[in-house]
């Protein structure tokens, strides 16, 4: 497996390698290099070299390019579909809509390397002020398991429109795709040094990256925790950094809503990935007048749900790894034990090969007994008598990144979504992320911004020129 894409091709210098995991199996269906900090040296020795001469490809070439690349990744959707599933666990369908979402995202940045544009004004008595947008350099890329592709996508074409150069460290549970994705991005023209993977663990590859003076960007995209540590890390070398740190998002069902819709919307949203999504419904919140009937609408659909391996006819496949399988167990044993919910269907892990977790709905849930996000096929749902009450319970965790709203009243839409403390609502719909749409948290949830216009502050930084009168 290769280890730099800078065009030299060689291993890590460490010479080790990690196995990676079929989720589905338990068995290993590739190895890839150890990196650890001489390899993250390397590569920014190699970025820095090839960002200057990237920095000089027009607008309209860097376009071409990108969209290149997304023919390339349309071209083998299915190829790449089957071994995100492989390594990832999440069903052959889901895997080729996030392969194909990722082309999407290449395209929609490449039709914005024309838009970086700065600001020019004449100042009387001080001169022509000129405000220019320069990219920052190398920027690092720290890339989670759960949606390997499309967060890679964010992060690398974000980057590379703005002109910078990208060293990409995927989780060591899920870094194949991201490796070929990389691939093909070089195939359609991006300067080898321009994009490097290194592969190896968190600790050592991705605080490697973390610590290096020589980059000068890093998105994260992971847990709160880690999340604390890189901004630690981070701290003496003054990069600018983008955190994503997942959510706890609220699903509010007002009395009016659609009780079919909101329904077939939360059991859709909530099992998609096996729960392991940052904008997941992870806490559906129901008017008490209708959640009997939500629960037992939501039990019928659930109870219907096909799991297994991802390259069968499924609707779920397993959680990513054995250490997630247990923290999701855990979190539904700790709810039912503390009598803060009980279990309508599933709550038990599948027994033989795999890391699989039983679709599971808890009603009566109490709030604070899911005030830390579970990340997996859990759904607990919390009745609550007023809107002002689903307001506070919805704001009433540390998290900010997404929430809906279920409702047939416009009104009751628009003072939910104001409320709401949190980078993204959505009405009547929930975990919709176009890249044209900016994306990020507040609070625990991070900070920063990706896609939409804001990826511009994000990845360059302006410079402002005074010409004397
Ligand atoms: P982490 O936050 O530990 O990992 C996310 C990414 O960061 C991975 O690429 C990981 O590499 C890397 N990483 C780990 N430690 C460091 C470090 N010290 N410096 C730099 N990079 C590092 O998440 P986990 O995989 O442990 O998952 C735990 C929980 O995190 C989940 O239960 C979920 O709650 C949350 N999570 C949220 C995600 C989101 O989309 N916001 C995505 C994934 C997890 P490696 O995996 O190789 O160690």
Redesign the pocket.
């Known amino acids: 497996m290769q280890m730099f894409l800078d065009g030299t091709g060689h291993d890590s210098l460490s010479g080790s390698s990690?196995p990676v995991y079929n989720p589905a199996t338990g068995e290993v269906i590739d190895t890839v290099p150890a990196g650890n900090a001489d390899d993250v040296a390397a590569a920014v020795t190699a970025a820095e070299i090839a960002q200057k001469k990237w920095e000089q490809v027009s607008p309209a070439d860097k376009s071409r390019i990108l969209i290149a690349a997304g023919a390339l990744i349309r071209s083998e959707a299915d190829a790449l579909a089957t071994l995100l599933t492989t390594e990832q666990g999440k069903p052959f369908r889901e895997a080729k809509d996030e392969i194909l979402g990722t082309a999407h995202v290449f395209e929609f940045y490449a039709s914005m390397t024309g838009t970086l544009q700065g600001d020019a004004a004449v100042l009387p008595k001080y001169g022509y002020m000129n405000v220019v947008r320069k990219p920052l350099g190398v920027c690092g890329a720290?890339?989670?398991?759960?949606?390997p592709a499309i967060?890679f996508g964010w992060k690398a074409g974000a980057a590379l429109a703005c002109g910078n150069a990208v060293i990409a460290?995927?989780?060591?549970?899920?870094?194949l795709t991201v490796l070929r994705l990389a691939e093909l991005l070089v195939k359609a023209g991006v300067p080898g040094g321009a994009m490097n993977v290194v592969?190896?663990?968190?600790?050592v590859?991705?605080?490697a990256?973390?610590r290096s003076t020589g980059i000068r960007h890093?998105s994260?995209?992971?847990?709160?925790?880690?999340?604390r540590?890189?901004a630690l890390?981070a701290a003496p070398t003054l990069k600018k950094l983008t955190l994503?740190?997942?959510?706890n998002d609220a699903f509010i069902v007002t009395a009016d809503a659609d009780i079919d819709a909101a329904v077939a919307g939360a059991v859709r949203n909530r099992f998609y990935n096996c729960g392991?999504?940052?904008?997941s419904a992870k806490r559906i919140l129901v008017d008490a007048v209708c959640a009997d009937e939500f629960v037992r609408k939501a039990k019928d659909a659930i109870e219907k749900l096909v799991v297994g391996s991802g390259l069968e006819k499924v609707n779920m496949g397993p959680l990513?790894?054995p250490?997630?399988r247990d923290?999701?167990a855990a979190a539904v044993d700790r709810i039912v034990s503390e009598d803060c919910g009980k279990i309508i269907c599933g709550g038990k892990k599948k027994e033989g090969a795999g890391n699989f977790y039983a679709p599971t709905l808890l009603a009566d849930v109490s709030p604070d007994a899911v005030s830390?996000?579970?990340?997996?096929p859990v759904m607990p749902v919390i009745p609550f008598t007023t809107l002002d009450e689903a307001v506070e319970i919805a704001n009433g965790t540390p998290y900010g990144?997404g929430a809906s709203v279920w409702t047939k009243n416009l009104k009751t839409a628009y003072t939910v979504a104001d409320q709401i403390r949190s980078g993204v609502v959505w009405v009547n719909r929930h975990l919709i992320l176009p890249p044209e749409i900016p994306f990020g948290g507040t609070g625990n949830?991070?900070y920063g911004r990706e896609n939409g216009r804001e990826f511009i502050y994000e990845y360059t930084e302006p410079k402002s020129i005074l010409l004397g009168l």
Not at 142 to 147: A, D, G, K, S, Y
Not at 276 to 279: A, F, I, R, W
Not at 372 to 376: A, K, L, Q, S, T
């Open positions: 990690i720290i890339v989670p398991w759960n949606m967060i460290k995927p989780s060591e549970t899920a870094p592969t190896g663990s968190g600790t590859a991705g605080d990256i973390v890093v994260f995209t992971g847990s709160v925790a880690t999340g540590s890189v890390a994503e740190l997942g959510g392991q999504v940052c904008t990513n790894n250490g997630q923290a999701v830390e996000e579970i990340f997996g990144l949830s991070g």
